[in-house]
């Protein structure tokens, strides 16, 4: 806190209860015990309570009874970016704002030009379904984790998903948020004072500088409300996949893919994923207990029984039909054929292949849970992600594979990784799955990630979204300049540090 | 999650299995996102995680369950919808199911409680009993609002229209040449509110080449008692229907057909139930009867395209998985289907919750009817006769099993329930079912 006065939790929980009725506030043993779990290695965060605001009011009244009585807030949506934080806040002690309970509604949806307006408790899920129930003429850009994630938290954590509209942040317009001293902003068009705002969720850029990105990782206000753009439906969407056998096929795989994206002839991202990203989500370990990497042999054998090799890309065409979309394949297919170590895999074929279905749903704009099935692959309930990113250069992303490969395996842990490929840059999802509950396995989790973390940073390499345990290691890689400008932008908009202190490692 | 039950504890087969199911649980939590007590209360404990934290405190302590944990767990409507988001499939029905047990034995329900499950477990799978109180119950349904609580809604619950049809065991002959030879689980509590579902599915069987049997002796699949904690009632209607079953597999059975899918979850499952070989082939053999109907093919259909908006039941699409096969069958058979918001929440019914545990299938019964009600369809489907009491009752308008409109479609009446319902002539559209047509917009 930037004060040194205490907070005065009693005062503050008897205020939202007077104010917003005793309903908004839960502080059962049960609750704080479950919103303090995570799965991270640093341990649970036990809550000093959760409070359930109905509206951007609402929100308002809790965030001004917080600088009141000098009481950490910490906002969640939905509390789906399990591996990243779950909901358990950034230390023990502070107050969930849990914004899915109640603030759940699709406030609008503009079919003639196509975008939604949301609030941070509507999911993937509850947005599919309906556009499905509108006629299904509109796609929403899905990720391929929990269908209950929220739209906006996956946006503002610079989340992202598949086909063209895979920029979750990038394709949203006009955000509504209540600051960290509690006053009301709307971004964009949305700025303007006006009853009426037409192009509040259509244009991004007139007067004025661009403050929506400030709400993106960052700790400075609590999105109320967002404007997400959504694509026309394609009738037809068509598959394909190529396996490559050998771990050194990624550096010609990413060249392969590179001109692909950068003429955007293919319209989605490439999913690059290694064989244990594939098939790890289909079982158990058959290691798990080793202590050490799996076995070449255990991996050769997997990939035999999943028939992928160690390298898989994924990417669809859209189109009218399936005869329109079929010369575009052909091309592709022509593209890979070049390099004679590619396998190919038709849109049939994978539909059957239950790690590849993913892949389809995710260019389908359509949530699915099959990726969940990774957190299996290590029972014991731990999991982070490590995601720094990769030129779209191929010896480049095959260093970074050599490297990466050889921390997990020093720690003893199985390297699973996807590269989401666009034209210039890949984002490296790496998954580190563990027993939560040995000790020594939380530890090697840890310390591979700590140690790639500084391995990526000396070579220039920054991460994207990152476990919660791990947001002041990366916010202490920044520049002195980045600090010192996002301290001062949090002390201008939240000046007594009521939002999520310790979020993304600004407080 | 770690357990500390004892050696002693472990050496019952039900605590040990219990044991590895709990041990499998690492409280992600994705369950709470989809479990309709806990997204309607926000109570930790009306969550799975919650519940699963409660029934393994519950078996380690052992004995006499407390009020709270009693009142938690039956308030679970075991609609699964937690195993299928479970990222690590952890197995709640059988953990559920070995608490129901656990209670039943060891706990002391008021006098109230344990006469209304009595008067459940006893009633529902004798149809002809069932269906004697259900005459009287309706002849009484004017007095309700002078009865007490459950009672009350016991009466409420009774549809205002009932075409019973108990069927006698006995043997159906395909028309024309036999392609196949199933035997059909008739059911129990079915028969008694809704003898159309069974006509239509017999009718449809026939037409597709089915010799179709009722088994001597067969009967309640035992759903009902077992999801109240009655293992040992429940395991006796299981053997019966095993032992019946076998006996006409001797002579030769392509399937077992279940056509109410919370009694198909239950007997696709007696290899568990039972732990012997024969209920395990019995199980194997057991399809739902839109899985059996994809399998075989469905004669081409010749409906107009109305609007059915249809209804998963939690036990055909958490506990069998069988999803697109409705679908796939309806569209066949010329239909329009169109997906209800929020399709992996419960309606409300879930056996007998709807009796036992009014107040939360209410609230679940109007949120779902106001879903399906969004989706302005002509016609609403579902493969359940638990589901179409619950919904024809919260939607007031009627519901009518699949198979009715399978049947319809391929030669059979249209289905009566449909009698008071005016159709709407279908309008041209310019989509398909799954995604714009490619005329559409720019596409």
């Known amino acids: ?507 | 999650m770690q357990t500390h039950f004892t050696a002693t504890q472990l050496q019952d087969p039900g605590i040990a299995e219990a044991d590895t199911i709990l041990r499998t649980c690492v409280h992600y939590g994705f369950c709470t996102n989809t479990c309709p007590t806990y997204v309607l209360t926000r109570d930790e404990n009306e969550s799975p995680r919650g519940r699963i934290d409660l029934i393994r405190a519950m078996l380690e302590r052992g004995g006499v369950p407390d009020a709270k944990t009693v009142a938690h767990l039956d308030s679970c409507l075991s609609c699964l919808s937690c195993m299928t988001t479970c990222a690590v499939k952890v197995d709640y029905a059988h953990l559920i199911d070995r608490a129901r047990v656990h209670i039943e034995q060891h706990f002391n329900r008021g006098l109230t409680d344990r006469l209304m499950r009595a008067l459940l477990a006893t009633v529902l799978p004798r149809p002809r009993l069932f269906l004697a109180l259900l005459s009287a119950g309706r002849l009484a349904k004017p007095l309700a609002a002078l009865l007490p609580g459950r009672l009350r809604v016991l009466l409420t619950m009774i549809p205002a229209r009932i075409t019973p049809d108990v069927l006698t065991s006995q043997v159906f002959p395909a028309e024309g040449t036999r392609r196949y030879r199933v035997a059909l689980l008739a059911g129990c509590a079915q028969q008694a509110l809704d003898g159309d579902i069974n006509a239509a599915t017999i009718r449809l069987l026939r037409r597709h080449g089915c010799e179709v049997v009722i088994a001597p002796e067969s009967g309640c699949c035992g759903s009902l008692p077992l999801h109240m904690g009655r293992e040992a009632d429940a395991k006796g209607y299981a053997r019966a229907n095993v032992a019946a079953w076998m006996r006409e597999q001797a002579v030769g059975l392509d399937a077992i057909i279940v056509n109410a899918s919370g009694c198909g979850t239950t007997v696709k499952d007696y290899g568990h139930l039972l732990g012997d070989d024969d209920a395990r082939r019995i199980a194997a053999l057991t399809k739902d009867v839109s899985e059996f109907l994809a399998d075989i093919g469905l004669q081409a259909g010749h409906l107009p395209a109305y609007r059915v908006a249809y209804h998963d039941p939690c036990s055909m699409q958490h506990g069998q998985k069988v999803i697109e096969q409705p679908r796939a069958l309806l569209r066949a058979a010329g239909l329009r289907v169109v997906d209800v918001p929020e399709r992996h929440f419960c309606c409300g019914s879930a056996g007998t919750y709807n009796l036992l545990q009014p107040a939360m299938a209410k609230q679940l019964g109007e949120r779902k009817a106001a879903h399906i009600v969004s989706t302005d369809p002509d016609i609403i489907a579902t493969g359940n006769i638990g589901c179409m009491t619950q919904l024809a009752h919260h939607l007031g308008r009627p519901v009518v099993h699949t198979v009715e409109l399978f049947d319809w479609a391929t030669g059979g009446p249209r289905p009566a329930a449909l009698d008071s319902v005016t159709l709407r002539e279908p309008a041209p559209e310019i989509q398909t079912d799954s995604a714009p047509a490619a005329n559409a917009g720019f596409w």
């Open chain 1, 1 to 507: 806190m930037s004060t040194n006065l205490p907070a005065n939790f009693d005062a503050f929980f008897q205020e939202i209860a007077r104010s917003l009725g005793a309903e908004a506030v839960n502080r059962s043993e049960e609750t704080l015990i479950r919103y303090g779990e995570n799965t991270m290695p640093g341990g649970d965060r036990r809550p000093a309570g959760v409070v359930y605001p109905g509206s951007t009011a609402e929100v308002q009244t809790v965030v001004r009874a917080a600088n009141t009585h000098r009481v950490p807030l910490y906002p969640v949506s939905t509390g789906n970016n399990i591996g990243l934080g779950s909901r358990s806040a950034s230390t023990a002690g502070q107050v969930i704002l849990d914004l899915g309970r109640r603030m759940n509604r699709i406030l609008e949806i503009n079919d003639r030009l196509a975008y939604a307006v949301v609030e941070p408790g509507v999911t993937y899920q509850a947005m599919y379904d309906e556009l499905v129930r509108r006629g299904n003429q509109l796609m929403l850009d899905v990720t391929s984790g929990p269908p209950q994630g929220g739209m906006i938290g996956n946006s503002l954590d610079k989340g992202a998903g598949y086909t063209p509209y895979f920029d979750h942040f990038g394709f949203s317009c006009g955000m509504e948020v209540v600051l960290g001293n509690g006053e009301l902003l709307r971004t964009g068009d949305g700025s303007l004072d006006a009853d009426t705002l037409v192009n509040w969720h259509t244009s991004k850029y007139s007067f004025g500088p661009i403050l929506d990105g400030l709400f993106t990782q960052s700790n400075f206000g609590v999105v109320t409300r967002m404007g997400l753009w959504l694509m026309p439906r394609p009738p037809a969407v068509q598959s394909f996949h190529f396996t490559f056998p050998d771990d050194d096929d990624l550096a010609e795989v990413i060249e392969l893919c590179r001109p692909l994206k950068l003429s955007n002839f293919v319209p989605t991202l490439f999913r690059v994923a290694n064989d244990l990203y594939l098939t790890a989500s289909e079982g158990e370990s058959p290691e798990a207990r080793s202590g050490r990497s799996l076995s070449n042999d255990a991996r050769k054998a997997l990939q035999q029984k999943h028939g992928v090799g160690a390298w898989t890309v994924s990417g669809g065409f859209y189109g009218p039909n399936e005869a329109a979309i079929a010369p575009m394949i052909q091309r592709v297919r022509d593209h890979f054929g070049k390099s004679g170590k590619a396998r190919y895999i038709d849109h049939q074929q994978a539909q059957s292949v239950p790690t590849l279905q993913v892949a389809i749903n995710a260019f389908s704009g359509k949530p699915s849970l099959g990726e969940l099935g990774l957190l299996k692959w290590h029972p014991g309930g731990g999991n982070i992600w490590f995601t720094p990113g990769t030129p779209m250069d191929g010896a480049v992303a095959n260093e970074f594979q050599t490297l990466c490969r050889g921390i997990y395996e020093r720690h003893g842990l199985d390297y699973t990784v996807m590269n989401v490929c666009g034209a210039r840059f890949a984002r490296g999802l790496h998954v580190i799955t563990f027993n939560r509950e040995d000790q020594d396995e939380r530890q090697r989790a840890d310390a591979c990630y700590r140690e790639m973390a500084d391995a990526f940073a000396a070579r220039g390499v920054f991460v994207g979204r990152a476990p919660l345990d791990y947001h002041a290691l990366h916010f202490g890689q920044t520049m002195p300049g980045f600090q010192s400008a996002c301290n001062a932008v949090k002390r201008a908009l939240d000046p007594n540090d009521v939002i999520a202190p310790g979020r993304y490692g600004m407080a």
